[in-house]
Structures are given as C-alpha cells and as structure tokens.
C-alpha cells in the first residue's frame, strides 16, 4: 500500500501470526498513533486523537471498523478475535469520501483471505502469561471442477484475570472468545460472487469501572489504591456479546476497464451486561444492560473504471439500523431502580464519486465528492420503580431525586433528528521516482449527532447533539530506500475542528450521567513516522514514532466535578 496518497498502515496474515495480533487490541503497538481502551466491552478507538467515549445507544464511533468492506454500526463487536484474515489496513485520517459514515477519524480495514483455487490449511495454537490461551484452525480450497471454492474457519481463546477483587475474593478480568467463519466463492461469467456468514461469542468479568482513583474513606476501598492489580467492589462484573452476520460480495466486470461491485450486508448483536456502577465495596449503584438486541442492513453499489488517464470510483450506500439497550440503575441505598428503554432507529444514505487524473507521468490529482443524508429516531420509556422495602415517601425526598421527570410519573419520548453534510477531498501527488511518493491533501469529515443515554435526567437525553465536522490538511511522503532494504514514510497533519461532541460527566447525589454537547471547536496538529528496514536477509526491523498536540480552541461551557463550569479554550483536549 505504498500507492495510494494517504497515511496508511498494513499489517499481512504472517505478520499478524508472528506477532500475535489476535485482535484490535493488540494493533496499537505496531501503528502509529492508534489507541484502544476497552469500556465494559465497548471499544473505544482513537486515531490521532480523534475518537469518541460515548458509545452507548443513540450514539456512533468517530473511529470505525469495516469488515471485509461492511460497516460494523456498534463498538461492542469490535473485540472479536481475527480469523482467517489476508490483511489489517488501517487509514489515519478522516475517510469522507469512500469510507464516509462517521469515520472522521480513520477507519480499519480487516480483509479476509478468499478461499483457495488449492486444497490448503492450517492449525495455530498459542499459550502466555494469565494462562492466555488460542487455537484456531482454518481449511480451503475447491468444492469440486465446477469453480466453486470454500473455506472454513473457526477459534477457541481465552485468558484468566487480570485483577484481584478484595471485597468478594473471586477474579476480575478473564475473558473467553469462540468464533467461526464460512465462506464460498463462485465464479459469475468473469467474475464472482463470495458469500461469507461468522458467529462469535465473547464473555468474561470484563474491564467495566473498575478502580476508583482517589480515597473515599472507606478503608478497604483505599487500602488498594495505586495497587492496580486488585479492586475493591461489593459485585464481580460481567459481560457477554454474541455477535453474527453474513454479506453477499459480488463483483462482475462489464468492460475491459470497467467493474460493478455490489456488497450487501446483514448483522445482528446481542449482548447484556452488569457492572458496579459505584466502583466500591458499598452497596451504592449497579448497572445492568441487559437484553441488549441490535441489528443492522447495509447495501452498497460501486463502479470502478479505468478511462485513460482517469481512474473513476463511484457508487450510492444505504444503511438502517435498530439498537435496543434497556438500562437498569438500582439506587440500592434507596430501593430505588430507574428503568431506561431506549431504542434507536437510524438510517443514512449517500452517494460518492472519486477521481484520480493523472496529469503527466510522476503528477497527479484527486478529486472526491460524498453527499450523505442521516436520520434518527430516539425513543425512550424512562421511569423509576420501588423494592417492597422501600418508602417511596422517604425516597422521593433524596435531594438527588427531586424534580426528576418520570420519577413519579413514567416519561416516554419520540424524537427524531436529521442532518446532511458535503465531505469533499482534494489532493495533488508527486512521483519523482520509482519508490517516492509526495502528496497533499485537504479533506472534510463528517460524524452525525445522536441522542445521550447517559444523561441524568431524560429530557436532556431527548434533546440530543447536533453532527461534528473536520477539515483535515496532509502533507507526505512515501520512500522505499536503498534498493528496497528502508521504508520510510513520513506525513504531518492539521485538523480544525467544528462543533466538536464533547462529554461531560456529572454526578448529582447518588445518580450520575455523561452529558453531551456540541461545546466547542479544536485543532490538532501532529508528525507521525514509519521505519521498516531489512539490513540482512532474514532480519526484518520495524519502528514508528508519533507527536501529538490537540488543544480545544473555544470551550467556555467545560465542567469537572470538583469545581463546575470552566473555560477550557487553549487547553489540552
């Protein structure tokens, strides 16, 4: 991928082998600027800063993942264990015109290997520390002298904990994974189609607030503080997701120089999770997301075309989506639990074109238009209930609680929000000679708003936030070196910010809630460098560096919890 005018790192099969790469976790150690933190399951993906901790329903990742093209919607299927995969591409950068929905920050691309003209196969076991353990086993090859290929995937992983919880005595922190993958090739006139179907499971004690920060007072919740191996939490957290799908890939060529691509798509999530939502050895709060059902439909038509000069990509993308994460919050010092039903209907669709014109034999140009149109519907049954012990008189008057909407009285909304945004990119690139490549780009990003689950109070979740936009400027270069023993590729970066989605978290009483809102704009700068060199056959070196400098331009309304509302403008996003 030395070609394509843009910050992008690849990492092969072998490579993810020999490495152990076993899923998006572990890439963050061999691409440059790439973060990824886990949220009780939810993934949360920053590339260049740019990324998103609100991940709950109503809401979308600013950084995205595609899997063999197809649009993963929700960051709790993101930790599924890579299987049976030719590459990792991972493009730094907002994608606004190819890749346009919400990937402002980049997307990654997981590409899978198609199934052999050749009976083939292979078996892969692994064991670590925290009894980490893998087995995956994969086979291919022809169905028959028809053309028809197949082939067949399928792991078993796993690890113990990680952490010690000293309220209960049990572990924290183990993790289990099963998957399985099928696909089948089959030869249309010139072309083909591959239909490919996966189902995996995951479940564990996973990573869910987990340790508290600062003393509390209560003495064996302190007593492990700064000791990062143990917790203190009167419940052992739990997750399970089970994640599953199919797509139907066809690409039939009707010229010489010109492809149709169709992908069609259909998946399907389910998940519940429970979490000590207090983080304590007290009885305060727990959190259950349970019953958690989301399914989504993607259809996207291409053309890719070679006139000449002019290598054309264009084509419309459709996708619809139903997410359902019934929220459960009991208040146990009170007796009290608030009940949170919402579902989310979104859909978006939009059309695209891309041009590349190559202007003489080492200039060029890009030229890229996307039009996308999205809409959401947020509905949510908000209410508070009552244990048989519980005084409803006395509860109702925890200053926490007062004014509440639907802590009376049930509270049910149906909204909708729409938005539409032009993400265009242009570009000039520079081919001096074989093995140099120098470019520059400007680009837009677009992300839609949503609706905010984690607010304290449901008229605020029904009020919602409104899109984010980012201009992105790039220059650099591209260099195989020294007769292809160095790789050295190097760019830098500027993105504005407008209208940036930003989080609060407020804790009111005994309740608490992520707040957000359009509440500023930003700029990002930063270098990033990617070294691969071969000095000796059979010796293979790699390294990358990156600097990163973001800061909030405008912020008047940013709060903390120690001491409120603040000016944020010139500081450290």
């Known amino acids: 991928l030395q070609d394509p005018p843009l910050a992008v790192s690849a990492i092969g099969g072998d490579t993810l082998t020999t490495r152990g790469i076993t899923d998006v976790q572990d890439l963050k150690a061999y691409v440059p600027s790439l973060q990824v933190s886990d949220l009780s399951g939810f993934t949360q993906l920053y590339i260049r800063g740019v990324g998103s901790n609100i991940l709950f329903v109503g809401s979308d990742p600013s950084t995205t ?31 606004g015109t190819l890749y ?21 196969g292979e078996v892969q076991a692994q064991y670590g520390t925290y009894d980490t353990y893998g087995l995956k086993a994969w086979v291919s090859g022809p169905l028959g002298q028809s053309g028809v290929r197949a082939s067949l995937a399928a792991d078993i992983s796993g690890h113990d904990a990680y952490r010690k919880n000293v309220s209960t005595g049990n572990d924290l922190e183990d993790g289990r994974s099963r998957g399985v993958r099928g696909q089948v090739l089959v030869p249309v006139g010139a072309g083909e189609l591959i239909v490919r179907g996966d189902w995996s499971r995951q479940s564990g004690a996973l990573g869910q607030y987990p340790k508290l920060l600062r003393p509390t007072g209560v003495p064996l919740d302190d007593s492990v503080l700064g ?3 143990k917790v203190s939490m009167d419940l052992d957290n739990h997750t399970v997701t089970e994640n599953y799908g199919g797509s139907a890939d066809l690409s039939l060529p009707l010229a010489d120089t010109v492809t149709l691509h169709s992908l069609t798509a259909y998946r399907e999530f389910r998940g519940r999770i429970v979490s000590d939502a207090d983080s304590s050895s007290l009885p305060i709060l727990r959190t259950t997301i349970g019953g958690i059902r989301q399914h989504q439909f993607s259809q996207e038509l291409t053309i890719d075309a070679r006139f000449g000069p002019v290598h054309f990509v264009g084509g419309g993308y459709y996708f619809r989506e139903r997410n359902n994460e019934p929220l459960t919050l009991n208040i146990i010092l009170f007796g009290i639990s608030r009940i ?137 270069a591209k260099t195989d070196l020294l007769g292809g023993k160095l790789r050295a590729n190097l760019n830098a970066f500027l993105y504005d910010y407008t209208d940036l989605q930003v989080q609060n978290y407020v804790q009111t009483g005994l309740t608490f809630g992520a707040v957000t809102q359009n509440a500023a704009t930003a700029r990002v700068k930063g270098v990033e460098l990617e070294l691969m060199a071969k000095p000796v056959r059979g010796l293979d070196l790699f390294a990358n560096v990156s600097y990163l400098d973001a800061r909030y331009r405008k912020y008047p309304s940013a709060f903390v919890t120690q001491f409120g509302n603040f000016d944020a403008g010139g500081k450290r996003m």
């Open 100 to 120: 346009g929905r919400n990937s402002v920050g980049g997307t990654i691309n997981v590409i899978s290997r198609k199934p052999t003209a050749e009976f083939t």
């Open 340 to 476: 949170q039903r919402p579902i989310v209907t979104a859909e978006s669709y939009a059309f695209f074109g891309q041009a590349d014109i190559e202007l003489t034999d080492t200039l060029s140009i890009v030229a890229g238009l996307r039009w996308t149109k999205e809409s959401k519907r947020f509905q949510l049954d908000d209410y508070y209930t009552f244990s048989d012990a519980a005084d409803p008189a006395v509860a109702a008057g925890a200053p926490e609680l007062v004014g509440v909407p639907g802590f009376s009285d049930r509270y049910m909304v149906d909204v909708r929000r729409k938005a539409d945004a032009l993400t265009p990119k242009i570009g000039i690139n520079f081919r001096p000679r074989d093995g140099v490549l120098l470019y520059a780009s400007a680009t837009r990003g677009f992300k839609s708003g949503g609706f905010d689950i984690g607010t304290t109070n449901a008229v605020d979740a029904a009020a919602g936030y409104g899109p984010e936009y980012l201009w992105s400027y790039e220059v650099g």
């Open 65 to 95: 993942i595609h899997v063999d093209g197809v649009y993963m919607a929700r960051p709790l299927s993101y930790f599924n264990d890579f299987l049976d995969v030719e590459r990792i591409e991972v493009l730094r950068g907002p994608q």
């Open 227 to 229: 000791n990062y191996k």
